[in-house]
Each structure stands twice: as structure tokens, then as C-alpha cells.
């Protein structure tokens, strides 16, 4: 693995070998004088190196307590191979050590940058499937590293279970949640390695009532991992046994859908190591993070708790409940934006944008912006006011409607492809460059629409008033204004979760990663994207923007709604007029009257 990631540092642009080291002076020197850096005897000198800003530790597990505390103590950030210790002991040891030291630590965990992984945490973030009821796979191999430091129970801690198992462990947390209990049997059925297991079967039930059922074995002749995860409204499995890597999303009406990237290259060790840079000099905490790496190792040594004693048993030990959810290192710790900001935060994220919603259905929603017309408009309806209209999905669909449409947004990027959209479906639409803060036009419509959160952006009280009062200025009396915001009542009880999105079009791949920080008192949350394209194994563009977004309680939103100049009708789920918005709606849309100036 170390000449793995070796070979990984060599070949980013941002990332410079300094020094390798191995407890083995020739095999050191050696690699050394191949990948022509550096070889040092001796980790201790490593860590301490002032020229050093992380350090990659890819060593047997016995060692990584000692190793990682120290990089940590000497200010080093911490790639750390799975699993993070042999026990949960050394692993709290290790976090704290990451607490205190205000430091980034990261486990190993590729398994999260397959593509087969990465659509599935797409799909299940989206609500493809509902909500989740239970989860079940099997990860292994056929026990191929027995023989080595791999059957010292001193040396490793645990079989199977802590070893490939660990990854299984870590993404259960990752799409179900926390762990809360589980029961669980381990045997040594083949391998002479006891008292290590070469097989453990375990059940887990979550915090949230959740559950999920793991088997991991070293006497899985055909690997590697198999997963499914099943909701209310379908399923997904994750096939990556043998050759395969493969997402199929299936629905109870008995509907499938695949997604078959076994054809693909391996791309899993670089989107990681990319990622972590990414994550270093962007300031944020790479994922996973030290605490689900403890949380791994917690619920392996469970499973051993529970096949001794026969019982069901907690996960979590006192000391590890008093941990905090968040190291302290998932904090922004560099400068904090300010709370004003235009739709102009869209920079190089937008020359993407159509792929990334290459999934969002424009012409469901303006099916639902025409039942809102229907329903309410006083004034029948011809032309339309876009603002914040992006690309133009919904300018174009509601313009081959009939309706005359005039777009506005403040990226240039943005409406630069709405105009070559348009132009190709032969529509005559206005496109302009414009921010809706500073928005003046001289006539007036009958309906103006702000789609897709565009509200979300207008941070700062100021902001939205104005936005509001200029749009109320180009409408006619008895106009609607119909939006879509983040509505508040749901955003502090659901929290918002990193998510991560694949898509695929014109030779280009695009995964995107939502690393979100909530600002409660401000009533704001910054999500952090990074977004990385491939073209077949060739990494062609990565992009990091942060957005910060604002979310609205219903009273909040129809309280600046009433001092612009309209009355509000209607505040509803998104696509459902008519809905109650409570706790769990996350958009809500809003439908307001322009009335009398």
C-alpha cells in the first residue's frame, strides 16, 4: 500500500514526495533511490521534518497509534490506512490527539470513491428508494495475505472483521447513520490463525431503528464486496464481486435501472488521494474522518464483544459517547465569508452545471408552475420574468409553451449557455447579464418566477429586500411570484449531510462532493463543493467553490413577501400545491399576489 500511495503523491500536480521511510533500511533506500526522493531511517525523524505538511502512514497496524500522535503532536496533517488501530482504545487515543492538535486526520477508505458507491450514495441522498429500511452485503477475499503480519493477532488486532470488514462498517454509518448495538459471531473456519477469525457474520441496529446485516470473510474465493439497501420505494445493490461494478436502482413496481461501470478503469486510490489534497488546501476535513474511523473499530471489536459473551451488546463505551460528534478539525478554520453574497457565487462550478442536473426534470416543474398559474393568477398570463434563470431549464420549456420569457442571471457562464440552448431549439429568448439586486427594466409582466433556491443566495437582510422589491417592480399588479426556498423547519431537524452526485455525459464524468457547514444563529449553511472530471482515466478539470445559501422559516419568508409589495397565497411542499409544509418538507414552495404599489 505505502508504494501505492507513493506513486499516488508522485503523480498530483499539488503534492510533492519529501521523504519516505520504512522500518527496512534496504527496501527504503531502494525505493528511494527508484522514485528519487529521500529515504530516511527512523519514522521519528519523519514526523518532525519542518519541510513536511502531511504525512501518509502506511504501516502495520500495531504501529499506528505511536506514529500518527506523533505527526499529529509535530502540527503534520494524517493520512492513516484502515483500520485507524488495532483496538478502540489506541483509536481514541488517536482522535483526541487529532483534537487536540487542531490537525486534519483521515482513514483510508477507497471503497467510498467507487463509482458503483458513489452512485448508490447519490441515489439514496436523493430519496430514489424512500427512506431506508435496512441494509445487508458481504465484503472479502480469499484470505491471500495469510502468511504474513496479517495472521500476528499482535500485530493486526483482528481478523477479517477489522481488516477488509472495516470498510462495510464504515459505509453502514455512512448511509444509515450511527451505530447503535449489534450482535454478532466470528469463526476460524479454514485459515490456521487463531486467535484471529477468517469469517464474522454480525448484526447492527442503529440510532435511528435502523438495521444492517454484514458477513465478512478471507475465504471469499470470488471477492470482493456486495451491498444492498432497501426503502420504503425500491431498493440498490452495489455489485462489485469479481469484475463487476454495478448500481442498479430498483423500484417496487418492478422497474430496474443499471448503472454498469465494470468497463471503467480503477480510478477509486487517485479520486481519494485528490480529494484529500483537495480537503488540505481548501481547509476542510477530508472524509472519513479520525472519529468514523474510531467508529469502525468500535463496532468490529463489538462484534468480538458480542461472540464471546452471546448477547447483544452497545457499540459505544462511556468514553467514546463523551467524544464529540464532530472533531474539531471539520471546522472551516480559515477566513469565514461574510453574510452578503449575489447569485454571482456560481464561477467554474456553472460550466458544469447541465451535467450535474442532467437527472432534474424541468418539464415536471413547469407542470407544476402552470397548476399555480391555473390556480391562482387573477391576470391571465403571456409573459414571464426569470430571475436567477441559470442555463435556462425553465426559460426553454415554458418559452415552447408559449409564453414570452426574458431570463436574467449574474454568470456570464450561465447565460452563455442558456443563449446557445436556445438558439439550437430555435427559440427567441432574451438572456441578460444582470444581478436581481441591482435589477432595472422598464416594462412589466405577468408572472415572475425564481427557481432552484435562487432566493437561498440573498444572505443578508438588505439583500433580499431588495431583490424582492425590484422584481415586485416589474410585475403588474395582481402578477405572481412563485420561488422555491430551503425551508428552516426542516433544515435544523434533518441537519444537512455531505452528499455526493455522479453524473456522466458527452465523455465527461463529473462527481461532486456537498461538504456542508451549518451557521444556525445566521440561519445560513456553506456548502463547500468540489467537484472532479474525468475523461476515460484522464482527470481533465477539479473544481472547489464554496456556496453559501440561506434557509427561511414560513413566517420569516411571508413577512419580507408583505413588506416588498405582495400578499402571500400560498406556501407549500415543492411539486405538491396544496401540501403542508411542516418539519419534514425540505423546499417549500412560495406563491405570492403582487398587490396595488
Same mark, same amino acid.
Given at each position: 500500500?505505502?508504494?501505492?500511495?507513493?506513486?499516488?503523491?508522485?503523480?498530483?500536480?499539488?503534492?510533492?514526495?519529501?521523504?519516505?521511510?520504512?522500518?527496512?533500511?534496504?527496501?527504503?533506500?531502494?525505493?528511494?533511490?527508484?522514485?528519487?526522493?529521500?529515504?530516511?531511517?527512523?519514522?521519528?525523524?519523519?514526523?518532525?521534518?519542518?519541510?513536511?505538511?502531511?504525512?501518509?502512514?502506511?504501516?502495520?497496524?500495531?504501529?499506528?497509534?505511536?506514529?500518527?500522535?506523533?505527526?499529529?503532536?509535530?502540527?503534520?496533517?494524517?493520512?492513516?490506512?484502515?483500520?485507524?488501530?488495532?483496538?478502540?482504545?489506541?483509536?481514541?487515543?488517536?482522535?483526541?490527539?487529532?483534537?487536540?492538535?487542531?490537525?486534519?486526520?483521515?482513514?483510508?477508505?477507497?471503497?467510498?470513491?467507487?463509482?458503483?458507491?458513489?452512485?448508490?450514495?447519490?441515489?439514496?441522498?436523493?430519496?430514489?428508494?424512500?427512506?431506508?429500511?435496512?441494509?445487508?452485503?458481504?465484503?472479502?477475499?480469499?484470505?491471500?495475505?495469510?502468511?504474513?503480519?496479517?495472521?500476528?493477532?499482535?500485530?493486526?488486532?483482528?481478523?477479517?472483521?477489522?481488516?477488509?470488514?472495516?470498510?462495510?462498517?464504515?459505509?453502514?454509518?455512512?448511509?444509515?447513520?450511527?451505530?447503535?448495538?449489534?450482535?454478532?459471531?466470528?469463526?476460524?473456519?479454514?485459515?490456521?490463525?487463531?486467535?484471529?477469525?477468517?469469517?464474522?457474520?454480525?448484526?447492527?441496529?442503529?440510532?435511528?431503528?435502523?438495521?444492517?446485516?454484514?458477513?465478512?470473510?478471507?475465504?471469499?474465493?470470488?471477492?470482493?464486496?456486495?451491498?444492498?439497501?432497501?426503502?420504503?420505494?425500491?431498493?440498490?445493490?452495489?455489485?462489485?464481486?469479481?469484475?463487476?461494478?454495478?448500481?442498479?436502482?430498483?423500484?417496487?413496481?418492478?422497474?430496474?435501472?443499471?448503472?454498469?461501470?465494470?468497463?471503467?478503469?480503477?480510478?477509486?486510490?487517485?479520486l481519494e488521494f485528490n480529494d484529500?489534497?483537495?480537503?488540505?488546501?481548501?481547509?476542510?476535513?477530508?472524509?472519513?474522518?479520525?472519529?468514523?474511523?474510531?467508529?469502525?473499530?468500535?463496532?468490529?471489536?463489538?462484534?468480538?464483544?458480542?461472540?464471546?459473551?452471546?448477547?447483544?451488546?452497545?457499540?459505544?463505551?462511556?468514553?467514546?459517547?463523551?467524544?464529540?460528534?464532530?472533531?474539531?478539525?471539520?471546522?472551516?478554520?480559515?477566513?469565514?465569508?461574510?453574510?452578503?453574497?449575489?447569485?454571482?457565487?456560481?464561477?467554474?462550478?456553472?460550466?458544469?452545471?447541465?451535467?450535474?442536473?442532467?437527472?432534474?426534470?424541468?418539464?415536471?416543474?413547469?407542470?407544476?408552475?402552470?397548476?399555480?398559474?391555473?390556480k391562482y393568477s387573477s391576470i391571465?398570463?403571456?409573459?414571464?420574468?426569470?430571475?436567477?434563470?441559470?442555463?435556462?431549464?425553465?426559460?426553454?420549456?415554458?418559452?415552447?409553451?408559449?409564453?414570452?420569457?426574458?431570463?436574467?442571471?449574474?454568470?456570464?457562464?450561465?447565460?452563455?449557455?442558456?443563449?446557445?440552448?436556445?438558439?439550437?431549439?430555435?427559440?427567441?429568448?432574451?438572456?441578460?447579464?444582470?444581478?436581481?439586486?441591482?435589477?432595472?427594466?422598464?416594462?412589466?409582466?405577468?408572472?415572475?418566477?425564481?427557481?432552484?433556491?435562487?432566493?437561498?443566495?440573498?444572505?443578508?437582510?438588505?439583500?433580499?429586500?431588495?431583490?424582492?422589491?425590484?422584481?415586485?417592480?416589474? &410585475?403588474?399588479? @395582481?402578477?405572481?411570484?412563485?420561488?422555491? %426556498? !430551503? =425551508?428552516?423547519?426542516? #433544515?435544523? *431537524?434533518?441537519?444537512? +449531510?455531505?452528499?455526493?452526485?455522479?453524473?456522466?455525459?458527452?465523455?465527461?464524468?463529473?462527481?461532486?462532493?456537498?461538504?456542508?457547514?451549518?451557521?444556525?444563529?445566521?440561519?445560513?449553511?456553506?456548502?463547500?463543493?468540489?467537484?472532479?472530471?474525468?475523461?476515460?482515466?484522464?482527470?481533465?478539470?477539479?473544481?472547489?467553490?464554496?456556496?453559501?445559501?440561506?434557509?427561511?422559516?414560513?413566517q420569516e419568508i411571508s413577512h419580507?413577501?408583505?413588506?416588498?409589495?405582495?400578499?402571500?397565497?400560498?406556501?407549500?411542499?415543492? &411539486?405538491?400545491? @396544496?401540501?403542508?409544509?411542516?418539519?419534514? %418538507? !425540505? =423546499?417549500?414552495?412560495? #406563491?405570492? *399576489?403582487?398587490?396595488? +404599489?
Amino acid at each position: 500500500m505505502g508504494l501505492r500511495r507513493i506513486g499516488l503523491i508522485k503523480g498530483h500536480p499539488q503534492a510533492e514526495l519529501r521523504c519516505i521511510e520504512d522500518y527496512n533500511d534496504v527496501i527504503a533506500r531502494k525505493v528511494g533511490e527508484e522514485v528519487g526522493c529521500e529515504y530516511c531511517s527512523g519514522w521519528e525523524g519523519v514526523v518532525s521534518r519542518p519541510d513536511v505538511d502531511c504525512v501518509v502512514v502506511s504501516v502495520p497496524n500495531k504501529f499506528h497509534r505511536d506514529i500518527v500522535i506523533a505527526a499529529l503532536e509535530a502540527g503534520k496533517h494524517v493520512f492513516c490506512e484502515k483500520p485507524l488501530a488495532r483496538n478502540p482504545i489506541e483509536a481514541q487515543e488517536i482522535v483526541k490527539a487529532a483534537e487536540r492538535s487542531r490537525r486534519f486526520l483521515k482513514v483510508g477508505s477507497n471503497l467510498r470513491y467507487f463509482p458503483s458507491v458513489l452512485k448508490a450514495k447519490e441515489l439514496l441522498d436523493s430519496g430514489e428508494i424512500g427512506e431506508v429500511l435496512f441494509a445487508r452485503g458481504w465484503i472479502g477475499h480469499s484470505g491471500w495475505q495469510i502468511g504474513s503480519w496479517y495472521s500476528d493477532a499482535e500485530i493486526i488486532g483482528g481478523g477479517t472483521l477489522l481488516d477488509n470488514g472495516c470498510h462495510l462498517l464504515d459505509l453502514y454509518r455512512w448511509f444509515l447513520g450511527e451505530v447503535e448495538s449489534c450482535i454478532g459471531f466470528v469463526s476460524t473456519s479454514l485459515w490456521p490463525i487463531s486467535p484471529l477469525e477468517d469469517n464474522a457474520m454480525a448484526t447492527f441496529r442503529f440510532t435511528n431503528g435502523k438495521m444492517a446485516f454484514l458477513q465478512s470473510s478471507w475465504t471469499e474465493w470470488v471477492g470482493y464486496m456486495y451491498l444492498e439497501i432497501y426503502g420504503t420505494q425500491g431498493f440498490l445493490r452495489i455489485d462489485n464481486r469479481g469484475q463487476s461494478c454495478i448500481t442498479t436502482l430498483g423500484k417496487r413496481d418492478g422497474q430496474n435501472t443499471m448503472f454498469d461501470y465494470s468497463e471503467d478503469p480503477p480510478m477509486s486510490y487517485v479520486l481519494e488521494f485528490n480529494d484529500y489534497v483537495d480537503a488540505i488546501a481548501s481547509d476542510r476535513q477530508p472524509l472519513p474522518s479520525g472519529l468514523d474511523g474510531l467508529r469502525a473499530v468500535q463496532m468490529a471489536h463489538a462484534v468480538y464483544r458480542s461472540a464471546q459473551l452471546g448477547k447483544e451488546v452497545k457499540v459505544l463505551d462511556s468514553e467514546a459517547e463523551n467524544l464529540p460528534r464532530r472533531e474539531k478539525g471539520d471546522e472551516n478554520r480559515g477566513g469565514e465569508m461574510g453574510v452578503t453574497q449575489s447569485v454571482s457565487a456560481f464561477g467554474k462550478y456553472g460550466e458544469y452545471y447541465d451535467l450535474l442536473y442532467l437527472d432534474k426534470d424541468y418539464e415536471r416543474e413547469c407542470d407544476f408552475l402552470e397548476s399555480i398559474f391555473k390556480k391562482y393568477s387573477s391576470i391571465p398570463i403571456k409573459s414571464i420574468f426569470d430571475g436567477g434563470c441559470g442555463t435556462g431549464g425553465h426559460a426553454i420549456p415554458l418559452a415552447r409553451r408559449g409564453y414570452e420569457i426574458i431570463g436574467v442571471d449574474a454568470s456570464e457562464v450561465m447565460i452563455g449557455k442558456a443563449r446557445e440552448k436556445a438558439k439550437k431549439a430555435g427559440l427567441e429568448i432574451d438572456f441578460h447579464v444582470a444581478d436581481l439586486c441591482t435589477l432595472s427594466l422598464d416594462r412589466k409582466f405577468d408572472a415572475a418566477i425564481c427557481m432552484f433556491a435562487v432566493m437561498d443566495y440573498f444572505v443578508a437582510n438588505d439583500e433580499l429586500g431588495k431583490v424582492m422589491r425590484n422584481i415586485r417592480r416589474v &410585475l403588474k399588479e @395582481g402578477a405572481l411570484f412563485i420561488f422555491d %426556498v !430551503w =425551508n428552516g423547519l426542516a #433544515v435544523l *431537524r434533518i441537519l444537512p +449531510e455531505v452528499r455526493v452526485k455522479v453524473m456522466e455525459g458527452g465523455g465527461k464524468r463529473v462527481i461532486r462532493w456537498v461538504h456542508p457547514e451549518l451557521d444556525s444563529f445566521n440561519h445560513l449553511c456553506r456548502d463547500r463543493y468540489h467537484l472532479i472530471v474525468t475523461e476515460g482515466e484522464k482527470l481533465v478539470d477539479e473544481v472547489t467553490e464554496t456556496h453559501t445559501v440561506r434557509y427561511f422559516f414560513p413566517q420569516e419568508i411571508s413577512h419580507y413577501l408583505r413588506e416588498s409589495g405582495f400578499e402571500v397565497v400560498e406556501l407549500c411542499p415543492f &411539486l405538491s400545491l @396544496g401540501g403542508k409544509v411542516d418539519e419534514n %418538507v !425540505w =423546499n417549500m414552495t412560495c #406563491v405570492a *399576489r403582487a398587490k396595488g +404599489e
